[in-house]
C-alpha cells in the first residue's frame, strides 16, 4: 500500500512569520494536531499541539490573561517548530512510513513528491486507517490464530478447512516476531460461518495445525 493512496492531500500549512496565537486557531478550526510550516512555497518546518504546550508559560505564571495573550501574540511559528521535518515520499509504503514514524517517535509525517512539493501529509490514524483496512475487520466474520510450519502449503490446509466449511477467507495476515524458529504466526479472517458450526470447524482445525484461538470482534456499539 502507498502512501499516495492513504494520506492526507488538503494539507492545511502556516507561514513561519505566523503567530503562536494564529497557528493555535488554526488547528482548532481545521482539527489537526501538526501543522507542516512553509517558506515562500517550501517546507522548512513542522510545528505540533505538543512544541506549542512546551512553548507557552506554564499554569503556574504570574502572567495575567493580557500579558499572555500578548506574549503568545508576538512568539513566532518559525521560533517553536521543529526545522528540516523528516518527510516520506507519495510513492513509498505506508509500512515504511510506519516504521520511520515508530524508529523517530514521531505520530506524522510532511509527504515531498520529488520536486521537494509538499503533496500530503500521513498521520498514525492514517496508519490506524490502513491497519483496519488489511486486516477486514470492519467485514465482520470470525480471526482464527495458528502457529505454522514456516514451509510451503502449511496456510493452504487450515484454510482449505474454513472454505469447506462456508467460509469466505476476508484477509491472510503473518508475523514471524513472535514465533518460534521454523515457524509464524498466521491469522485468518473468513466470513460466512455460522455459530452452529464454528465448535467442529475448530475441532478440525486443531488437527491441521497449532491452533492458538479464534475470536469474533464486536464493533456494533463503537
Known amino acids: 500500500m502507498l502512501v499516495k493512496d492513504w494520506m492526507s492531500s488538503d ?3 502556516v507561514d513561519d512569520e505566523a503567530s503562536i496565537m494564529e497557528v493555535t486557531q488554526l488547528m482548532r478550526e481545521n482539527n489537526v494536531r ?9 517546507l522548512i518546518g513542522i510545528i505540533s499541539d505538543r512544541d506549542i504546550k512546551a512553548a507557552s508559560p506554564s499554569k503556574a505564571t504570574t502572567l495575567d490573561v493580557h500579558e499572555l495573550y500578548y506574549l503568545l501574540s508576538k512568539l513566532k511559528v518559525k521560533e517553536v517548530m521543529t526545522k528540516n521535518p523528516i518527510t516520506v515520499g507519495p510513492d513509498d509504503t505506508v509500512e515504511k512510513a510506519a516504521v520511520v514514524m515508530l524508529s523517530n517517535k514521531i505520530s506524522g509525517l510532511p509527504i515531498l513528491d ?11 490514524g492514517d496508519v490506524f486507517r490502513v491497519l483496519t483496512s488489511i486486516t477486514g475487520v470492519y467485514r465482520g466474520g470470525v480471526q482464527f490464530a495458528f502457529e505454522l510450519e514456516d514451509r510451503p502449503g502449511s496456510i493452504k490446509e487450515v484454510a482449505d478447512v474454513i472454505r469447506a466449511a462456508g467460509g469466505s477467507l476476508t484477509s491472510i495476515l503473518t508475523s514471524y516476531d513472535t514465533a518460534p524458529e521454523g515457524f509464524r504466526r ?12 464454528l465448535p467442529e470447524v475448530v475441532d478440525e482445525l486443531k ?15 463503537m
Open 34 to 42: 501538526r501543522v507542516p510550516v512553509m517558506k515562500e512555497g517550501r
Open 11 to 13: 494539507v492545511v500549512t
Open 186 to 197: 498466521v491469522y485468518i479472517r473468513a466470513s460466512g460461518i455460522s455459530k452452529e458450526i
Open 207 to 221: 488437527k491441521k495445525a497449532q491452533y492458538l484461538y479464534h475470536v469474533q470482534d464486536e464493533l456494533k456499539n
Open 114 to 124: 520529488v520536486r521537494g512539493q509538499l503533496v500530503g501529509i500521513l498521520t498514525q
